[in-house]
């Protein structure tokens, strides 16, 4: 191995293990259930920023077949890494350095050609739904301008991708936000736009989540009231992973949370949006600085105030939040797996964060009719 190679993916390394965290307790409650609900499959969509952006087009693209649609805020095209956690850190973002003296993020560095074609190989080895169903999906790409960790020119390749996998450019919805750095677009919730720090949710003055909901389902029905904090569920998430319990290796959290409207908790037809956060934003993530009303750990910050709970209320959305893990020394700040740290499987349906997700969304699914 190459001194320089070797070097790099020593600080790639070390970019990935400098935050240590812990299991958060379940504060001594029973987890729920999640609950066989009247939702059509096919009314699912997905969401996520940064990491939780590329683990939504990883779902997206291997279960097409129930995807309605994707927003996508920070990421970049489906199997990206190939694998490789230099590739990932440097080609496809600039994680491993946001001051970009080792990155190497350029408009072709995606490869996206190379990209289409394993995505082809992926189908004919059925690892993932056949490719054709992504022409039927509505995808909106957002990138902030000052996005230094996930620059723009990553998105531009993403949308390349979702153009050579023959989705319409009537489907797609380029969003470019000048001010806005590596974060979740709020209308007022969190730190300034221009600023990429925990929580990385950002007052851009510009409703994210209404934009990826609107572009997915249509338009919505205004809010009609504040969101129900007893609305949201804590549910065991480690009965979905396989084996039926918590282990380190699948990098999930042992609890997750679901916004259920009144309405669909009714048996009235709703719909079906997975969300997927960011690094350092799940709920057992430990901050440096406590994050106001959330405590010791990062908790519900995300869950609470990413900004879909209070459309879904008024409009038959039900709101899914899985949650992964921090695992010290290989993924310490808690981020969803499009680099390969579970498995080489994990950009398919063996892969088992995307195995368990969709478990999840059969469940909510099963009490369609």
């Not at 939702?39 to 097409?64: C, H, K, N, P, W």
């Not at 990098?251 to 690094?279: F, Q, T």
Request: neutral net charge; proline residues 6%.
């Amino acid at each position: 191995m190459p001194h320089s190679y070797r070097r790099c993916l020593c600080r790639a390394l070390l970019v990935l293990a400098c935050f240590v965290s812990v299991l958060p307790a379940a504060h001594g409650a029973k987890l729920e259930q999640l609950p066989a609900l009247n939702i059509d499959i096919r009314e699912t969509s997905v969401s996520g920023l940064s990491s939780g952006a590329f683990m939504s087009v990883q779902f997206q693209v291997v279960y097409s077949s129930i995807v309605k649609g994707a927003g996508i805020v920070a990421g970049g095209p489906f199997y990206c890494s190939q694998g490789n956690p230099l590739r990932a850190t440097t080609q496809c973002s600039c994680t491993l350095d946001p001051e970009h003296e080792l990155c190497a993020v350029s408009s072709s560095s995606a490869n996206v050609s190379s990209l289409v074609g394993d995505t082809h190989q992926f189908a004919a080895q059925g690892l993932i739904d056949d490719p054709v169903n992504l022409s039927h999906q509505r995808v909106l790409v957002l990138a902030g301008d000052k996005d230094r960790t996930v620059p723009p020119m990553v998105a531009e390749q993403l949308s390349d991708y979702y153009s050579h996998m023959a989705v319409p450019a009537s489907n797609r919805s380029d969003v470019r936000l000048s001010r806005a750095a590596h974060t979740m677009p709020t209308v007022s919730y969190g730190k300034a736009c221009d600023v990429a720090e925990s929580p990385y949710l950002g007052k851009c003055h510009y409703d994210a989540a209404k934009a990826v909901l609107s572009w997915i389902y249509g338009t919505l029905k205004k809010p009609q009231q504040a969101q129900a904090d007893n609305h949201l569920l804590q549910f065991d998430q480690a009965a979905y992973v396989p084996g039926g319990r918590f282990t380190w290796s699948s990098g999930m959290d042992n609890s997750g949370w679901a916004y259920i409207p009144d309405s669909c908790a009714k048996g009235e037809a709703c719909r079906l949006h997975v969300v997927l956060h960011g690094c350092r934003q799940g709920q057992g993530y430990l901050p440096l600085r406590p994050m106001p009303g959330s405590g010791l750990y990062y908790g519900t910050t995300f869950v609470r105030n990413a900004g879909y709970n209070r459309w879904a209320e008024s409009n038959h959305i039900v709101v899914l939040y899985p949650q992964a893990v921090s695992i010290p020394g290989i993924n310490p700040n808690g981020c969803w797996d499009w680099w390969g740290y579970t498995g080489e499987d994990f950009a398919t349906n063996q892969g088992v964060q995307l195995k368990a997700i969709r478990g999840m969304v059969n469940r909510l699914s099963s009490g369609h009719h």
